[in-house]
């Protein structure tokens, strides 16, 4: 299983990174925002994409569309990882077509739990 | 106090006008067109010097407003370059408090992961010779094996000192490292202060401004042309108060409630 994780804080990459290690997903790479991100989808054999929303560049909203534009990676599952709350953001992101929506700041219990839910599906 | 006189030249202005424009009926019903033309020519003059005055104001108070924040710019060159000033000295505060968070989260997530595989380790191995230590006191091992044992505990409580003496240091540079939120604690609140004295200045001329307006009949339609709508979906980061906002979730089940009546 490959994952890219996109976020413009070192930081919170590194936390993603360590939680998703602990759930046994070692094979990760990470991006600092979606113009980074995108030539990476499209050369990479990636699985799954955790992506922030709010990053200078191209933000994780428009990855999310242009992700799903894309004839190669529309099915990609996708999980936002993000500080935006507002309600009109999370349908947004919905209607965009997102897998799972987690909110910052967030436990490794809520993490796992969206990640197993999207994979049951994406299986199932 | 600027805001009192400002009033008291208002008040001054209008007084004027009040009088010159009952003395203008009187000429006016006196017939007396020529003092009537003066008075009126005389009307505009006290508007126009009184118009002057406002403006005046509003230029000194600009002026001591950039004075204040100590703004440093190349006003000549288009656009102008400002080249130091306290609200660019907040911005490299601001980074700085980006720096200095992001070097604490790294040195101490550089502990915590430093520290994990020695508590792992010891943590095995004392469960390993916990069941050594139970076949030995069951009688079921043989000199050789208690040999081995016997040279493992002797690692093991070695292996303990020199891990949990690790462990200890790696666990005080954490704490250490929490300074961070002394540091950035400092900076943001001179950075808080000068938000506070902008908001301050911002207002008070405005205040003039609203003068000029008033004397000017200006003043409605710039108030319209500044109302711009925020898209619905713009990245606004972190909500800080999530829990009175209507339009805003306050946490993860928010989220899945909300998402779950999508048909997620």
């Keep these: 299983m490959k994952i890219l994780i996109v976020d413009d804080f070192s930081t919170m990459r590194r936390i993603i990174k360590n939680l998703l290690r602990d759930l046994g997903f070692t094979n990760t790479q990470e991006a600092d925002d979606g113009v980074t991100a995108l030539p990476m989808l499209k050369n990479g054999d990636f699985d799954f994409l955790v992506t922030d929303w709010n990053m200078p560049g191209m933000t994780g909203i428009d990855l999310l569309k242009a992700v799903r534009a894309d004839a190669n990676l529309s099915s990609l599952p996708v999980l936002m990882v993000t500080a935006e709350a507002k309600r009109d953001q999370i349908i947004e992101a919905a209607q965009s077509g997102v897998n799972g929506y987690v909110v910052k700041p967030f436990t490794a219990q809520a993490l796992k739990e969206k990640i197993d839910k999207i994979f049951e599906r994406v299986d199932g | ?264």
């Design chain 2, 1 to 264: 106090m600027e805001q009192e006189s400002n009033t008291d030249a208002n008040q001054e202005f209008i007084t004027e006008l009040q009088d010159c424009a009952k003395m203008l009926i009187e000429k006016l019903q006196g017939d007396n067109y020529e003092e009537a033309s003066k008075l009126i020519q005389s009307m505009v003059e006290t508007r126009d010097r009184h118009i002057f005055l406002a403006v005046g104001r509003l230029t000194r108070g600009l002026h001591s407003a950039i004075v204040n924040f100590h703004v440093d710019a190349d006003l000549d060159s288009e656009p102008p370059v400002v080249e130091s000033s306290e609200i660019q000295d907040a911005t490299d505060r601001l980074s700085y408090v980006i720096d200095l968070t992001q070097k604490a989260a790294d040195k101490t997530m550089d502990m915590v992961e430093a520290s994990a595989p020695i508590a792992l380790n010891l943590g095995q191995e004392a469960e390993q010779l916990h069941q050594e230590w139970g076949r030995l006191k069951r009688r079921e091992m043989s000199a050789d094996e208690f040999r081995e044992l016997y040279r493992r505990m002797d690692d093991f409580l070695q292996q303990t000192g020199t891990g949990t003496q690790q462990l200890n240091k790696n666990l005080q540079d954490i704490i250490l490292e929490q300074g961070f939120q002394d540091l950035t604690g400092q900076v943001l609140k001179r950075v808080i202060g000068l938000i506070g004295d902008v908001e301050r200045d911002l207002v008070s001329l405005v205040r003039i401004a609203g003068q000029v307006e008033e004397v000017t009949g200006l003043g409605d339609e710039a108030d319209k042309l500044v109302k711009a709508t925020v898209g619905a979906a713009e990245a606004e980061g972190p909500q800080i108060h999530a829990d009175v906002r209507d339009d805003v979730v306050s946490g993860q089940d928010e989220v899945d409630d909300l998402l779950s009546s999508l048909g997620f």
